[in-house]
């Protein structure tokens, strides 16, 4: 069955850097869009960081500008999503998920059809 899988959430200092990841299984990966989303406490879920299916292309929220950086391996079925000065408000369960590729980079959440279950990440002063 289909499956995301995240990793690499945790508890850091602002300032500090993370590297989640996410391994996916059970569907064609390299047919699909990869993205990244988060939802902190009391808000809605909002998309940071897209990859293409072969990983030439990029899209990021303007939140995530000059600090995320998202790549993919389709070698390995995973995606990651790099998070340097990360500040306070980065705070949030971040999640994976897959786009069947439809032309052109989104960050709308109704265009993804596979979701994983989340990493949390926690940034502290």
């Known amino acids: 069955q289909v499956q995301l899988v995240e990793s690499g959430g945790g508890s850091v200092q602002a300032g500090g850097s993370l590297r989640l990841s996410c391994v996916a299984s059970g569907f064609i990966y390299r047919a699909f869009d990869m993205g990244w989303f988060r939802q902190a406490p009391g808000k809605e879920r909002e998309g940071v960081a897209t990859i293409s299916t072969g990983g030439d292309s990029s899209y990021y929220s303007d939140s995530a500008k000059g600090r995320f950086t998202i790549s993919r391996d389709n070698a390995k079925n995973t995606v990651t999503l790099q998070i340097d000065s990360l500040k306070i408000e980065d705070t949030a369960m971040y999640y994976c998920?897959?786009?069947?590729?439809?032309?052109?980079?989104?960050?709308?959440?109704?265009?993804?059809?596979?979701w994983g279950q989340g990493t949390q990440v926690t940034v502290s002063s």
């Open positions: 998920a897959a786009r069947l590729y439809g032309g052109g980079l989104s960050l709308h959440q109704s265009g993804y059809d596979y």
